[in-house]
């Protein structure tokens, strides 16, 4: 009764849009189809005994230079982790093994003396300082810098690490509920932001250090003052650009929990710290990368230290013995290379004389025992006749 309506194949291959076929072949460059030239050397006793050789005669040289202006640089170390827990006021000597130095063209050792004076502040809190004495028995040139170093503290810690707020530290009135998850435990007290928040901040290294003194002054007078100063003792990207001056108010911060001392009332117009200005700050928050680490203080890039006894005081506001570590005051010149660290060219020649060695060893057994190269007899498909590799595998 109805007439069925009969489809063409042809009518419907008409109606449908050709799909286009993308191909998965890479193009046809030298590249994408590892066409590169390429060169694989032949490692032959006659080319890597020679190089073993040359890397010696190239690393030995270096090594001893590196290891030559490194150890020629003048240093003084002294450890007064110990100064505060002293029983008297009267200068002792520093144990030995607290103290280390290395002066060039002298063999006069220097002598060291301590003291600490306990008072009490406004707040009734106990106030250290201590006095140190110490002798320099050569002058020593421009540029002088004064670090701490501390030991057994792990900057490097994962969560310690990222306990900041980058925009905070930059300037910006961040809001408490805004700080970055990081800066936790340390985000807010009294739902308040804490001004910085985390722990790097909240850890700062507070023990100050005054410029040393020189006691029996050649000119006659009774002191001279050596002035190191904190300025430019940063990187200049940290001046410039990663800390600013906050937009905070005073009254809508409070300072990190460790911070009381410094900061007993709070924040208020007078001491609202400046992130930018303050570069002994600035150098604890580059966080360090292994336990033992130095922080620059101050310099004296201009005047010679003349020798002589010199005193300086420390005030003792950083405890060490909660974690186990140590405490020191550093003096140092300055090479080409940095300070004394002789690693870099102990490493250098521990490397030239492994390749020496080495070079040394395969060059006996090349005249005792040689291989031709290219044998066959040395191919465990000819040693051992045909091998079946599909049972191998």
Known sequence: MFRRK????SDDM???????????????????????????????????????FV?????????????????????????YSACGSLPGTDFVAVPSDRTDWHFRGTSTNPDFKWRVINETDAAGDLVQTC???????????????????????????????????????GGKAVPAKSLLKTCAPLRTRDDKPIYPCGLIANSFFNDTFSSPVLLNAKSGSNNETYIMASDDITWRSDVKRRFMRTEYRPEDVVPPPDWAKMFPQGYNLT??????????????????????????????????????????????????????????????????????????????????VLCLVCGIVFFLQYLIKPRRMGEHNFLQVLRDGPTNFREQL
């Open 6 to 9: 009969v489809f063409d194949s």
């Open 14 to 52: 008409s109606v449908q849009t050709p799909s286009t076929h993308k191909s998965r072949k890479p193009p046809n460059t030298a590249f994408r189809q590892q066409r590169l030239k390429a060169w694989q050397p032949i490692l032959t006793p006659k080319t890597v005994i020679p190089l073993l």
């Open 55 to 79: 890397l010696a005669a190239i690393f030995a040289p270096l090594g001893i230079a590196i290891f030559y202006t490194t150890y020629n640089v003048h240093n003084l170390v002294v450890d």
């Open 131 to 169: 006095y140190l004495q110490f002798t320099l028995p050569v002058d020593l040139e421009p540029p002088l810098f004064l670090y701490y170093s501390l030991t057994k503290f792990y900057q490097n810690h994962r969560k310690y690490v990222e306990s900041y707020d980058l925009y905070q530290l």
């Open 271 to 352: 001491n609202m710290p400046d992130l930018g200005q303050w570069q002994h700050l600035q150098n604890w928050m580059r966080t360090a990368a292994l336990p033992t680490f130095f922080k620059l203080y101050s310099k004296n890039t201009t005047a010679q230290l003349s020798s002589g006894t010199y005193e300086v005081q420390i005030g003792l506001n950083y405890p060490v013995s909660v974690f186990g570590g140590t405490k020191s005051l550093v003096i140092t010149t300055n090479s080409i290379l940095g300070g004394r660290n002789m690693s870099l060219g102990i490493i250098y020649f521990a490397v030239a």
